[in-house]
């Protein structure tokens, strides 16, 4: 979790410059304490008033500076980081810090962190294929540090090749793999469902829903923040597997519920926040069905209750959570879900409601205690709203 962490960024000169802001910015919103350091020639691509209006921390830029907020900004702004990232990392810096030089505020703090350091270079194609280069970073990766690769594509010298820097998404997962050691379920396996199953009509055609699959994402992601070993079993979806994660991809009900039994035994916390279709065809064409006739009649029959079964299996000291998308009588169908299957928690939201539909990037949600309790959450982003959920797992952990 960022909520709280102090995170020192630094920025040196590249075109990529522009790029930290965004990362600041991301960073600041998810509840981190950023501070920045910039190189003299990273302010000739970007203005220190840009990260001090993003971050609402002074930017640091001169090793002899004086700051009313630390004695020794060199010192203080390694020392207390919990994490220290550079980003971009351009290739002069790669080579002072290789050879433990020390010449101004950014390389001087870097030497001095304890904690860990991220790089993330960015450069020419030609410069990052340099042998001086490559060798630079492997002496670095030698002694500790780590890095986050630069991707291929066009750069702003018309080239195309290996040297962007890396998407902020990307930076920020590693960030939090970083940080997941030090959080407050690194002692549980959490087993995660998502996305939507699909049940198969012919070789073509299949039954599916509308589950984009980005709030078991989150979960996942969250969990893995927060030191868990995460098992993500997902039916198919267009998100990028998580950073860190063990993910076993499926497509079906049947596939999924074999997934999430093969793993159950590991599990100290199951949520079942994937979409499983409820029913399946009794038989399934083997060539593609031609178009003869006004109708197609489909027979269905029921899958198997994954969550259910789960629920009335639960081992001892296992936290079950489920999820309840409705369009209607949201608590009342929520509480007959939570009392049927067993759980500990239930997380309900109504699909109809703006910001908390399909594919949407925000969600609101009720949350209902298998003792009663309700807590309604506000529309949030759904990474958020996956840390309130973790937070209810832990509460009821601890208060069992």
Same mark, same amino acid.
């Given at each position: 979790m960022l909520e709280g962490r102090f995170i020192t960024l630094g920025v040196t000169g590249g075109i990529a410059a522009y790029k930290a802001a965004e990362l600041a910015s991301r960073l600041n919103g998810r509840g981190a304490a950023v501070h920045v350091i910039m190189t003299r020639s990273a302010g000739e691509f970007i203005r220190p008033l840009t990260f001090e209006a993003l971050t609402g921390n002074p930017v640091y830029t001169d090793l002899f500076s004086a700051s009313h907020l630390f004695r020794m900004p060199h010192i203080d702004l390694a020392g207390r980081a919990d994490v220290m990232v550079v980003a971009p990392a351009t290739a002069n810096l790669l080579g002072k810090l290789a050879h433990g030089m020390a010449d101004d505020l950014?390389?001087?703090?870097? !030497?001095?962190?304890? $904690?860990?350091?991220?790089? $993330?270079?960015?450069?020419?194609?030609?410069?990052?294929?340099?042998? +001086?280069?490559?060798? =630079?970073?492997?002496? %670095?990766?030698?002694?500790?540090?780590h890095f986050v690769e630069p991707e291929v594509g066009r750069m702003a010298c018309g080239h195309f090749g290996q040297g962007r820097l890396a998407e902020t998404e990307t930076i920020m997962g590693a960030i939090t793999t970083l940080l997941a050691g030090q959080g407050d379920m690194k002692d549980l396996t959490v087993l995660v469902t998502a996305g939507g199953t699909r049940e198969p009509i012919d070789p073509v055609r299949f039954v599916t829903n509308r589950s984009s699959g980005k709030m078991g994402y989150a979960l996942a992601e969250a969990a893995f923040s927060r030191g868990a070993r995460v098992i993500l079993v997902s039916a198919p979806t267009c998100l990028p597997g998580p950073a860190g994660v063990e993910t076993v991809l499926v497509e079906s009900a049947g596939e999924m519920r074999e997934a999430v039994m093969r793993f159950y035994p590991e599990a100290d916390v199951v949520i079942k926040a994937a979409a499983v279709a409820d029913y399946r065809c009794a &038989? +399934?064409?083997?060539?593609?069905?031609?178009?003869?006739?006004?109708?197609?009649? %489909?027979?269905? +029959?029921?899958?198997?209750?994954? /969550?259910?079964? /789960?629920? &009335? =299996?639960? &081992?001892?000291?296992?936290t079950l959570v489920g999820f309840a998308a409705e369009t209607r009588d !949201?608590?009342?169908?929520?509480?007959?879900?939570?009392?049927?299957?067993?759980?500990?928690? /239930?997380?309900?939201?109504?699909?109809?409601?703006?910001?908390?539909?399909?594919?949407?990037?925000?969600?609101?949600?009720?949350?209902?205690?298998?003792?009663? &309790?309700?807590?309604? /959450?506000?529309?949030?982003?759904?990474?958020?709203?996956?840390?309130?959920?973790?937070?209810? +797992? !832990?509460?009821?952990?601890?208060?069992?």
């Amino acid at each position: 979790m960022l909520e709280g962490r102090f995170i020192t960024l630094g920025v040196t000169g590249g075109i990529a410059a522009y790029k930290a802001a965004e990362l600041a910015s991301r960073l600041n919103g998810r509840g981190a304490a950023v501070h920045v350091i910039m190189t003299r020639s990273a302010g000739e691509f970007i203005r220190p008033l840009t990260f001090e209006a993003l971050t609402g921390n002074p930017v640091y830029t001169d090793l002899f500076s004086a700051s009313h907020l630390f004695r020794m900004p060199h010192i203080d702004l390694a020392g207390r980081a919990d994490v220290m990232v550079v980003a971009p990392a351009t290739a002069n810096l790669l080579g002072k810090l290789a050879h433990g030089m020390a010449d101004d505020l950014l390389s001087t703090a870097v !030497l001095a962190a304890t $904690c860990p350091v991220l790089i $993330c270079p960015a450069m020419n194609m030609n410069m990052y294929a340099n042998q +001086v280069v490559k060798d =630079n970073i492997a002496r %670095l990766a030698q002694y500790g540090y780590h890095f986050v690769e630069p991707e291929v594509g066009r750069m702003a010298c018309g080239h195309f090749g290996q040297g962007r820097l890396a998407e902020t998404e990307t930076i920020m997962g590693a960030i939090t793999t970083l940080l997941a050691g030090q959080g407050d379920m690194k002692d549980l396996t959490v087993l995660v469902t998502a996305g939507g199953t699909r049940e198969p009509i012919d070789p073509v055609r299949f039954v599916t829903n509308r589950s984009s699959g980005k709030m078991g994402y989150a979960l996942a992601e969250a969990a893995f923040s927060r030191g868990a070993r995460v098992i993500l079993v997902s039916a198919p979806t267009c998100l990028p597997g998580p950073a860190g994660v063990e993910t076993v991809l499926v497509e079906s009900a049947g596939e999924m519920r074999e997934a999430v039994m093969r793993f159950y035994p590991e599990a100290d916390v199951v949520i079942k926040a994937a979409a499983v279709a409820d029913y399946r065809c009794a &038989r +399934v064409a083997e060539q593609k069905i031609k178009k003869d006739g006004e109708t197609l009649i %489909l027979e269905l +029959v029921k899958n198997p209750d994954i /969550l259910a079964e /789960l629920g &009335r =299996n639960k &081992r001892e000291g296992v936290t079950l959570v489920g999820f309840a998308a409705e369009t209607r009588d !949201l608590e009342e169908n929520a509480r007959q879900k939570l009392d049927k299957k067993n759980l500990d928690l /239930l997380v309900a939201n109504d699909v109809t409601e703006p910001g908390a539909g399909f594919g949407t990037d925000t969600n609101i949600v009720k949350l209902i205690y298998s003792g009663g &309790r309700a807590e309604d /959450l506000p529309l949030m982003e759904k990474s958020l709203v996956a840390h309130r959920i973790l937070d209810a +797992v !832990l509460e009821i952990r601890q208060n069992r």
